[in-house]
């Protein structure tokens, strides 16, 4: 079932279906990766969400993928993606899953990934020069949280 549930939410990933990869977390989920390191229950949903929503706007997305490792309670994945980020600059980022399941459903992710070479990409000059800084790191995970907080308030926010 595992291998199922990896191709289905990788599969949605590839497509840009953050509805369908929001469907493949167990509601007591948690995901940690170098910008978003604490999400639980249905942040990490509402991430995958408002990040293939942006990826879909600015186009050129491309996802490989492949699994190194699964059985019925963990699996490793490794994925690089190929994006356009605000601003225009082209990121090429080579990450490494780890994956637990529970009731058929993801229940973590730990996405690792370097963010130092990530930044210089996806920030520009401000990343190529502080992106090896710890705060200059946490400023950039505050950030992202603050655009997460908006983006859920504004999926909760009624239809006009």
């Known amino acids: 079932m595992s291998e199922t549930l990896i191709r289905r939410f990788y599969d949605a990933f590839a497509a840009l279906d953050g509805a369908a990869?929001?469907?493949?977390y167990h509601r007591q989920a948690s995901f940690s990766d170098p910008v978003f390191p604490d999400l639980r229950g249905s942040e990490?949903?509402?991430?995958?969400?408002?990040?293939?929503?942006?990826a879909a706007r600015?186009?050129?997305?491309?996802?490989?993928?492949?699994?190194?490792?699964?059985?019925?309670?963990?699996a490793q994945v490794l994925w690089e993606a190929d994006?356009?980020?605000?601003?225009?600059?082209r990121?090429?980022?080579r990450?490494?899953?780890?994956?637990?399941?529970?009731?058929?459903?993801?229940?973590r992710q730990v996405d690792e990934f370097a963010f130092w070479?990530?930044?210089?990409?996806?920030?520009?000059?401000?990343?190529?020069?502080?992106?090896?800084?710890?705060?200059?790191?946490?400023a950039v995970q505050r950030a992202?949280?603050?655009?997460?907080?908006?983006?859920?308030?504004?999926?909760?926010a009624p239809a006009p």
Not at 21 to 24: G, H, I, N, S, T
Not at 44 to 54: H, I, K, Q, S
Not at 83 to 88: D, H, K, V
Not at 144 to 156: P, V
């Open 21 to 24: 990869m929001a469907a493949c």
């Open 44 to 54: 990490p949903g509402a991430m995958w969400r408002m990040l293939t929503a942006a």
């Open 58 to 74: 600015s186009g050129g997305f491309r996802l490989d993928y492949r699994i190194a490792h699964a059985d019925e309670r963990k």
């Open 83 to 89: 994006y356009l980020y605000r601003g225009g600059r």
């Open 91 to 93: 990121v090429h980022n």
């Open 95 to 107: 990450a490494r899953s780890t994956l637990t399941f529970w009731d058929d459903a993801i229940v």
């Open 117 to 138: 070479p990530w930044s210089r990409q996806a920030l520009g000059a401000t990343g190529w020069l502080f992106g090896w800084l710890p705060a200059y790191r946490r």
């Open 144 to 156: 992202a949280r603050g655009q997460l907080d908006r983006f859920i308030e504004r999926e909760r």
